[in-house]
């Protein structure tokens, strides 16, 4: 079965709207694990209209992309847009690792990466919408691929086990997290030593890329924000139409 059409099943399944709106239209609703209070290096300003109000380095965070767009994500178009097929070997994936996709949606991402680590490696497919675990979850085993583990974070920690992962990605996720900074942290105590970071952003240097401005962000940020965490760069890929690859490795 296609994709889309999974979905429309697993639409009805979840009593979803029959219009999928917009992608970035809806704002997911999440509880952090630690309060506000506790995180003083954010800002508070007036929230542009697909911004939260809150700054991270100089930097506005994106709403949430809303389980219910989740139909964007399996475009068929997406292929052409941002050619999966440059960024997989970029990841130099190998039979056996242990990878993670945070903010999996779908699985789209996880689901190719589970090819390339086969049945002996493992793929953390971690978000935070349990609507979006749930979908991910059905799609991977429709696909046979068990390997994928769906997970479900939280806003502020991706939960997963200390020093297990040898790469973790980002697709189109990092600028919409509500505590970049924590998450951040929670994912470098899940990296193995040498283990790897993928950041997949809309190239905020590009404005030929059609992305609402808050979406995309450039390779500056990406960097500046990554090293505070203790990130070190190891190389940026530009070959994507619109998205670059920013590889950032645990020291
Ligand atoms: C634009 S979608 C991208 C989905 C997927 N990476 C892809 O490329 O198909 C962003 C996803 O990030 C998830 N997300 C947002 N904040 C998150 C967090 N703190 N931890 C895990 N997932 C998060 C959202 O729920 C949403 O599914």
Redesign the pocket.
């Known amino acids: 079965m296609k994709p889309a059409a999974l979905l429309a099943l697993l639409f009805a399944a979840l009593s979803f709207s029959a219009s999928v709106p917009p992608?970035f239209a809806q704002t997911?609703t999440?509880t952090a694990t630690t309060p506000a209070t506790t995180h003083p290096v954010y800002e508070s300003t007036r929230a542009s209209p697909d911004g939260i109000g809150k700054r991270y380095m100089g930097r506005e965070i994106a709403q949430?992309?809303g389980?219910q767009g989740a139909a964007w994500?399996e475009r068929e178009e997406r292929e052409r847009e941002e050619r999966t097929d440059l960024l997989l070997p970029e990841l130099a994936l190998k039979p056996g690792m242990v990878v993670a996709?945070?903010?999996?949606?779908?699985g789209?991402?996880a689901r190719r990466m589970a090819l390339q680590v086969g049945s002996g490696g493992v793929v953390y497919a971690?978000?935070?919408?349990p609507e979006?675990v749930a979908m991910l979850r059905s799609m991977a085993s429709k696909a046979g691929l068990a390997q994928i583990k769906p997970l479900l974070?939280?806003?502020?920690d991706?939960r997963l086990p200390e020093a297990s992962v040898d790469l973790a990605i980002?697709?189109?996720?990092y600028h919409?997290?509500?505590?970049p900074r924590e998450?951040l942290a929670s994912l470098v105590r899940a990296l193995k030593p040498g283990g790897r970071v993928v950041f997949v952003e809309y190239r905020a240097e590009d404005p030929r890329v059609p992305i609402k401005a808050v979406h995309k962000m450039s390779e500056a940020q990406v960097r500046r924000e990554a090293g505070a965490s203790g990130l070190v760069w190891e190389r940026t890929a530009g070959g994507l139409p619109w998205q670059h690859v920013v590889i950032l490795r645990k020291p």
Do not use: N
Not at 126 to 129: E, L, N, P, R, T
Not at 153 to 156: E, L, M, V, Y
Not at 170 to 173: G, L
């Open positions: 992608a997911a999440t949430v992309m389980w994500l996709d945070i903010g999996a949606g779908t789209y991402i971690v978000d935070v919408q979006m974070g939280a806003p502020d991706v980002m697709v189109d996720v919409e997290l509500e505590f998450v």
